[in-house]
């Protein structure tokens, strides 16, 4: 139903992500997909980044440096200027209801498979905010 959507050609997604193996796998998907991908090595630079030109998404993983993934994610949440990115959290750790809480519109655990990678940066960057899709994410 959402396809008809108008697309821009090629939607930027911000990556704060610690792990270079996860960026490259990452990126790989992202632009095999059509996604231009960014990164920033913490979470204070991802901010910074996001405020100068709000991206198409956000992907951030918990345990980044300086500021992490959930405060991160927070702070987008505040600011008039992030505040409608979509943000995806990333980790290794269960913390599907803290990415919750944070305002994240999806909450993925590593390790990435591409086609669940994918599906959900095209539902947090198309779809609105729903607690339907957060259950339908969370609860693996």
């Not at 992202?30 to 956000?58: N, T």
């Not at 993925?108 to 959900?120: D, I, M, N, Q």
């Amino acid at each position: 139903m959402g396809m008809d959507l108008p697309y821009s050609p090629s939607p930027l997604v911000l990556i704060a992500e610690r792990d270079q193996n996860v960026r490259a796998l990452q990126t790989f998907f992202l632009e095999r997909a059509g996604f231009v991908a960014q990164f920033c090595a913490d979470g204070e630079a991802a901010l910074e980044r996001a405020r100068l030109a709000p991206p198409a998404l956000i992907i951030a993983e918990i345990l980044i440096p300086k500021i992490d993934g959930l405060t991160l994610c927070r702070r987008l949440r505040e600011d008039p200027i992030t505040r409608a990115v979509p943000v995806i959290i990333l980790s290794i750790l269960a913390a599907a209801a803290r990415a919750s809480d944070a305002g994240a519109r999806v909450y993925l655990r590593k390790p990435v498979v591409e086609s669940t990678f994918l599906a959900a940066v095209r539902l947090a960057i198309s779809a609105q905010p729903s607690d339907v899709m957060e259950q339908q994410w969370t609860t693996r």
